[in-house]
């Protein structure tokens, strides 16, 4: 019960061919950058660059990498 759900999101922008991440958790840092929360209904999109790595809640590690 102490992780927000949903916490995040990813969304792949094939025009910009970029992803993208929105937070709705307590606390997401990507490339040790905090980013700012956003509600599930409007999400604030912030650029997701490859090769990132994301925590969530200081717990969580996710890394975004291109093969």
Do not use: C, M, Y
Not at 36 to 63: D, F, K, M, Y
Request: avoid cysteine; proline fraction near 6%; hydrophobic fraction near 40%.
């Amino acid at each position: 019960e102490w992780v927000s759900t949903p916490h995040l999101s990813i969304r792949f922008d094939k025009q910009s061919d970029k992803f993208f991440v929105a937070s709705f958790g307590e606390k997401t840092i990507v490339n040790e950058r905090e980013i700012a929360n956003s509600e599930p209904a409007n999400p604030q999109w912030t650029e997701l660059p490859l090769n990132s790595r994301i925590v969530l809640n200081g717990i969580v590690s996710i890394n975004l990498f291109k093969v």
